[in-house]
């Protein structure tokens, strides 16, 4: 990436160039007492990088209606009618010689669980995102095909064209907030993101599993109950 010689948001540069948040790094020292403090920077610099990318995505998102949330949501539910409306042509193809009368197709929906669980956040987060919009007329909930006790959340025509006008916006903002970065270097920062994001899970996993075999653990104790 092209260096700039003067930050225009205040940050500085250590004696080997690298880019440093002057505000961050004494909140941080005084916090950790006398300790390292780099890994406390870097997380500081991965959540002020994360709103930066969020203010650039939703400035276009925002001005049609719509929170970064929101638009999350709605993508994931236009990947998944992608995805349901391939299936259906394959399937369509197949069966279609053998004069089935059923289509075949399967659930081209997400449950409200699943859309939580792919972006990491509340299921009564996600409910309030999908209220939205609903009400806007951009996805609705449905039951679903193979079970109809379940409720699933359908993008709509109305969905579809909105991400189709908002396509270029975002590829625009997300050149822009990128400018200078090399192929190499977009990849890079990927994979340490998504590493970040791995050792997480693994974390958080093995907290998981140690609360669950403390001898104290309410399971346990049920378990050796008479």
Request: charged letters at 30%; proline letters at 4%.
């Amino acid at each position: 990436m092209k260096d700039v010689d003067k930050s225009t948001a205040g940050f500085e540069r250590d004696p080997d160039g690298s880019l440093f948040d002057p505000r961050a790094r004494a909140a941080m020292t005084r916090f950790a007492a006398g300790e390292d403090t780099l890994a406390l920077e870097a997380a500081t610099a991965v959540r002020t990088a994360f709103h930066a990318v969020e203010r650039m995505r939703a400035h276009g998102a925002q001005g049609r209606g719509l929170s970064s949330g929101a638009l999350d949501v709605l993508i994931r539910l236009n990947t998944t009618a992608d995805t349901a409306d391939t299936a259906d042509t394959d399937i369509r193809t197949d069966t279609a010689d053998a004069g089935d009368g059923d289509d075949g197709t399967g659930d081209d929906g997400l449950t409200i669980g699943d859309l939580a669980r792919s972006a990491g956040v509340s299921s009564r987060n996600v409910t309030g995102l999908v209220d939205t919009l609903e009400r806007d007329g951009l996805v609705r909930r449905v039951p679903g095909r193979r079970d109809r006790r379940s409720v699933l959340v359908r993008i709509t025509p109305a969905g579809r064209a909105w991400i189709d006008a908002f396509r270029r916006p975002t590829q625009a903002a997300m050149a822009a907030i990128f400018q200078g970065f090399t192929r190499a270097e977009l990849a890079g920062l990927r994979h340490l993101c998504l590493l970040l994001a791995d050792n997480q899970h693994r974390v958080s996993e093995h907290l998981g599993r140690a609360l669950t075999e403390r001898p104290d653990h309410p399971g346990d104790a049920q378990g050796d109950r008479p």
